[in-house]
């Protein structure tokens, strides 16, 4: 199985580290370049659901898109310094420029004093200016202007800069990608094999209701099985997140609400034979210990009993990191489409709207609920005519 790894960056990075990605069999990379560091959250939100990992071309950007909380598969950045730092003071050097006297910015004060000892160069007149929450790029240009000659990792300080003043923008070197991607890979192939084990669970209740809507809250689906009992097919990944790591299955408490008999065994399985196996195991303990019942069976002869949750908050509230993680867009988003569907009383909405009350773009807006549509989430309803000679906007009813 391959994997897919998101490169973020700016449009002159993207490609040739990429290109290094995709030296390593079995992985390719997608370009996801940017304008400005930060439009960077934004590009993850919008890809999440399409990447294994993500790459960043720098610290910043991945900064702000883990600030931002959108990082929900492993991830990592290209580290700038030690022997790109010490090739850019070399090139520098030889176009005449006076290294002991410049300003840095976005890399740690510690790694430029390391490279300047190793170099044996002195550094109390270098000047740095370390990566800190808040920074931004107008921060930096200040910081800059006042040396003769700069060296920074940010794209958009050096545009702003490079007619002013000697500035050289630091890039990735081949060395620095590489090392990156390989710990990225150890992560990111770890939690996709992990992630794809098969989650299934057989479910005995009196009747069915509400059973469809846990279903996909766990994003998986639902069929009759046999007995009056039914299947759950879903993977490790939503389960684990849905029973925090295990532990709870609150489930359990909301289908008790309505059923007198709730008993559901999960088998955690690498193929779905030895799920269906340890599912029945689970089951079978379920019923040994009551009513009301849950527990999941993992290899080498592992029961964990789940317990029911006292306090339940709704299944929307409850598994919004769920629902995240399978439609590819953050909790904060889905929170605010919540507050949109309840502004509205539940009638549609046109993508105009939403784009309005989420402060994005229409086309933003519209693969967002197309990603919805497609997890069974939203549904259209129709269009409505804009009254220009723009196309039609599309009426969308949220069923999260």
Not at 346 to 367: D, F, S
Request: with cysteine; proline share 4%.
């Amino acid at each position: 199985m391959g994997i897919v790894i998101g490169v973020v960056g700016p449009h002159d990075l993207v490609d040739d580290v990429a290109a290094t990605c995709e030296e390593q069999p079995g992985v390719s990379a997608l370009r996801l370049d940017y304008d400005h560091e930060s439009q960077a959250a934004a590009i993850v939100e919008a890809h999440a659901a399409s990447v294994e990992g993500w790459l960043f071309t720098g610290i910043v950007p991945y900064m702000l898109a883990r600030d931002a909380e959108l990082l929900t598969r492993p991830a990592a950045f290209v580290d700038y310094s030690g022997a790109t730092l010490l090739s850019a003071l070399v090139r520098l050097q030889r176009e005449g420029v006076d290294v002991t006297r410049l300003s840095i910015d976005t890399l740690p004060a510690g790694d430029v004093t390391s490279t300047f000892t190793e170099a044996g160069l002195p550094v109390d007149q270098v000047r740095t200016l370390p990566y800190r929450a808040g920074m931004t790029s107008k921060k930096a240009v200040a910081f800059h202007r006042r040396s003769q000659a700069a060296i920074t990792c940010l794209s958009s300080v050096y545009e702003e800069l490079r007619g002013e003043m000697k500035i050289l923008r630091l890039v990735p070197s081949v060395h620095s990608v590489r090392v990156a991607l390989r710990q990225l890979l150890l992560t990111a192939e770890g939690q996709a094999q992990e992630d794809a084990q098969i989650a299934l669970g057989l479910v005995e209740v009196d009747n069915d209701e509400g059973l469809l809507r846990e279903a996909t809250a766990l994003g998986g689906t639902l069929a009759a099985f046999r007995g009056g009992t039914y299947l759950l097919v879903t993977t490790r990944g939503p389960l684990h997140d849905a029973t925090g790591g295990f532990s709870c299955l609150p489930m359990l408490t909301r289908l008790a609400g309505g059923n007198r008999v709730v008993r559901v065994g999960f088998g955690l399985g690498r193929s779905a034979a030895e799920a269906e196996s340890l599912a029945r195991r689970a089951l079978s303990r379920a019923r040994r210990i009551g009513e009301v019942a849950a527990v999941l069976s993992l290899r080498a002869d592992t029961d964990i009993v789940l317990e029911s949750a006292t306090a339940v908050p709704p299944p929307a509230e409850q598994n919004l990191s769920v629902i995240a993680r399978r439609v590819g867009l953050s909790v904060p988003t889905l929170e605010k489409l919540l507050e949109a569907r309840d502004a509205a009383g539940g009638e549609p909405l046109t993508t105009k709207e939403i784009a309005e009350r989420l402060a994005v773009q229409q086309r933003t807006a519209r693969r967002m609920l197309y990603r919805l549509e497609l997890a069974g989430l939203a549904e259209r309803t129709g269009n409505l005519t804009s009254g220009s000679s723009g196309r039609p906007l599309t009426l969308y009813r949220l069923t999260l």
